[in-house]
């Protein structure tokens, strides 16, 4: 545990598993978009163990359903930032599971193309 790390520090869980938890994102893209975080200090995906992944993953179906009862969202992206150059600015690994609507823009082609925006549509 890292005492200057926001996610190592949270308390608004909104579901868990034994080494992973997962919190509406305080910054949210869409309506529902949710964090799934390891338990465990871990700077991002590499670092992370092969039961970690699975839990991770594991709790992403859960907040899955969640959404889909809550939300009703039409489709998900899924994300994870690697570094700095990839746009990450909290290092404690995190997925993003983010609620897709129709029509939230004019056309989602290329949907996580789109972090180089050039070459999102193709």
Known sequence: MNQDCAFCNHNE???SNDLAYAIYDKYPVSQGHMLIIPRRHVEDFWGSTSQERQALCDL???C???LDKTFAPNGYNIGIN???TAG???FHLHI???PRYFG???NPR???RGVIPSRRVY
């Open 88 to 90: 990450q600015t909290v």
């Open 13 to 15: 869980i909104i579901l």
């Open 96 to 98: 993003h599971l983010i």
């Open 104 to 106: 939230d823009i004019d």
């Open 64 to 66: 899955k359903v969640h």
């Open 60 to 62: 992403m179906e859960d």
């Open 110 to 112: 290329g949907g996580v």
């Open 82 to 84: 690697c570094g700095e």
